[in-house]
């Protein structure tokens, strides 16, 4: 495996990754929910991923390698977005200073390897991030907020099944399609963004360009509470679906390293010419859906979220913030661990060892978040 980066190269690392993850994260929604104490498992989830992810990124790299990884999980139904590289590095930096914090009140004990944590953490990022992308850039803040993750071939292919939105009535009946799933992964990942993610703007021709929006791991997978024993999730014929938006010329979209779009005017789907929606085959294969199967899909997607939305109330505060932080701390490798054949070998148990201490306050709630301020995350002395 590669050493990349002396400690000034480290710390260079962390100052650049501070402004960007605060410039980025003002523009997301608030950590907040009704249903799932978000903040709280995602807290949970950054401990334990600054204390075991390093040792995971090195079994992927013994098992597959990162530069491998980066290659093959370019490109539609892979269930990789834009968020799984930022969280690569986001996650566990969090993790470190929560880590020094708890540590302080001898809550849990200070790690004494930081630096060869953090070259274990950039240095796998980086040599995933850099194949993945593929286009000279490692972040979206870096390439003016831009990521084109399909290859040229695929936009084509998508831009060629794609159909005109005809009319307004067609206009919201293609919206509502597209809320439809994404209101039910958020649901099912816990409400979080993990299950969707945005790439492009990728140029068509005559001023067009296209936004691509994957909707991964729709039917039973990982996720516990989507098991393929209930008829609700078995219903869901199609596990991975690409949707290309094509947009008038004049709207200005643009991808953060969140997978999310920003746009002007604010409503880009308003200006909607045409669309594609197509399911992704394991080997990444596009099937285009017409408008029967998309009618089947969105009934199904609805009965499978009263389903789950019906089993996660009824979970007890504990059980909400176990498996949430399963969703971050398992979710974010799983495309990884997956693809690498390794996924049975890692222990995902939570919490493990010295961090069960620390659980009680994750489980019982944090204090209300406070206005964001820089630093962000510790440096090297």
């Known amino acids: 495996m590669a050493n990349r980066f002396d400690r000034d190269e480290l710390n260079l690392l962390l100052e650049a990754w501070d402004r960007m993850v605060f410039q980025t994260s003002r523009k997301r929604t608030a950590l907040t929910s009704g249903l799932i104490p978000v903040r709280e498992y995602v807290a949970a ?39 799984h590289p930022f969280a690569l590095v986001t996650i566990p930096l969090s993790g470190w200073r929560l880590n020094s914090a708890l540590a302080e009140h001898g809550i849990v004990d200070e790690i004494d390897d930081a630096e060869d944590r953090l070259r274990t953490i950039f240095d796998f990022w980086s040599r995933f991030v850099e194949p993945w992308r593929a286009d000279g850039f490692r972040t979206c803040w870096d390439a003016a907020d831009t990521l084109r993750s399909c290859d040229p071939q695929v936009i084509e292919e998508l831009a060629g099944h794609a159909r005109a939105i005809t009319d307004e009535v067609d206009n919201i009946a293609t919206r509502r399609f597209v809320a439809g799933i994404q209101q039910y992964l958020f649901l099912l990942y816990l409400d979080t963004r993990l299950g969707t993610g945005d790439s492009g703007p990728y140029p068509l021709p005559n001023g067009r360009h296209m ?60 200006h909607l010419e045409a669309v594609a929606v197509c399911a992704v085959a394991d080997d990444g294969a596009l099937t285009p859906l017409d408008g029967a199967s998309q009618a089947e899909l969105a009934a199904a997607i609805k009965t499978a979220q009263t389903s789950v939305y019906r089993k ?66 510790p440096r090297l002395a």
């Open 211 to 270: 936004i691509v929006r994957e909707f991964s791991n729709i039917g039973p997978s990982w996720i516990p509470w989507s098991d393929p024993s209930e008829a609700s999730t078995e219903a869901i014929d199609h596990n991975n679906v690409v949707v290309g938006l094509i947009f008038e010329p004049g709207v200005h979209n643009r991808v953060n390293d969140l997978a999310s779009t920003f746009s002007v005017p604010a409503d880009n789907l308003a």
């Open 45 to 83: 989830s950054a401990i334990e991923a600054w204390r075991r992810w390093p040792e995971i990124f090195n079994q992927l790299d013994e098992a597959f390698g990162a530069e491998e990884l980066g290659a093959a999980l370019r490109g539609p139904g892979n269930q990789t977005s834009n968020a």
């Open 312 to 377: 996660v109330a009824g979970w007890t505060t504990e059980e909400k913030v176990h498996s949430g932080a399963h969703v971050y701390f398992r979710g974010l490798l799983w495309p990884f661990t997956n693809r690498a054949g390794i996924d049975d070998q890692v222990d995902w148990t939570l919490p493990r060892g010295a961090t069960e201490a620390a659980w009680p306050i994750f489980v019982g709630g944090l204090p209300p978040e406070g206005e964001m301020a820089q630093p962000l995350f």
